[in-house]
């Protein structure tokens, strides 16, 4: 039988099954010898032990269409990133950062601002229209009044999401709106593997529909990039794309050197301000790294 890894605890695999019922799963040595991990949004086969007990072995893994390392997670379509108005307030710099290192994954973000409730519409408005203006979608949202909940759904159908938000935000009360009440109890595992209760720092899919999943993720306070020169950084700033052309010099980073069409952008007002602060910011981050 097929499946999708929907949690992993312990060397125990719990495997939502093409049946729609969840299994417990121990990976085969194979795994171990391959060098080979299991990761949750993994599709895998697996053989049934016990029907009754919902017990099985994980036989194989199926080929991955992608692979992040925070979190650790596979086959993800796209990043759903939720930042509060207020309360807290958004932190514009952690942001950027997600939004970079799903643009070096090559998976497409969305970004919901929650608690629309506690901010005044202009404030709302501007702050959607920076993001939208840099090709993000963005959505508006009030889980305590419900509203934007449809529109996080059609944008979440048929896809794997992994979701992603700084702690007291909302996250878990938007995850909470998005399931439909009968498909999954998720009390299931923590009453089978008693651990279960003390797990909430493990990644874990939820199916939110038909071949609809959020893969919830612990909440973070504090990133870091990796993997990049900070003459790269530009690459992940999709509103430099269009200007780049105009600047005098190829491989210009937009910062010192005259003749820079992005500079331009900026001083004319096509650049967010508090995008090129937060590039800025990053660029003098990773030169100083590179430095030690």
């Known amino acids: 039988m097929t499946g999708k ?20 799963c121990k990976a085969k040595g194979i795994f171990r010898k391959d060098n080979q991990k299991p990761l949750v949004g993994d599709d895998v086969e697996i ?27 596979a086959n993800v379509d796209q990043a759903f990133v939720i930042f509060a108005m207020e309360d807290p307030s958004p932190n514009f710099l952690l942001l950027d950062r997600f939004l970079i290192m799903m643009e070096q994954a090559g998976i497409p973000s969305v970004i919901c601002f929650n608690k629309k409730d506690l901010a005044e519409e202009e404030k709302a408005q501007s702050l959607a229209k920076i993001y939208r203006e840099c090709g993000y979608p963005v959505i508006l949202s009030s889980a305590k009044a419900e509203e ?51 797990t909430t720092r493990h990644s874990q899919v939820i199916p939110a529909g038909e071949n609809t999943y959020l893969m919830d993720t612990p909440g973070f306070s504090s990133l870091y990039l990796t993997g990049m020169d900070q003459s790269e950084l530009k690459n992940y700033f999709p ?50 790294k590179r430095r030690y």
């Open 5 to 24: 890894i929907i949690k992993g605890i312990a060397g125990f695999y719990y495997v939502c099954g093409e049946d729609g019922i969840v299994y417990e």
């Open 148 to 198: 934007g909940i449809e529109n996080i759904r059609d944008i979440l159908k048929g896809k794997m999401t992994v979701v992603a938000g700084p702690s007291g935000v909302g996250k878990s009360s938007l995850t909470n709106l998005l399931q439909p009440q009968v498909k999954m109890e998720t009390g299931e595992i923590s009453r089978k593997l008693k651990r279960g209760r003390h």
């Open 47 to 73: 053989h049934i032990l016990n029907p009754q007990e919902k017990e099985g072995n994980l036989v194989k893994i199926l080929p991955r269409r992608n692979v992040l390392l925070r979190p650790a997670v």
């Open 239 to 288: 509103e430099f794309r269009k200007f780049e052309d105009g600047c005098r010099f190829q491989g210009c980073v937009h910062i010192h050197e005259p003749d820079c069409r992005v500079k331009q952008a900026l001083e004319q007002g096509e650049i967010s301000r508090l995008r090129y602060e937060n590039y800025l910011s990053l660029y003098e981050e990773l030169k100083e």
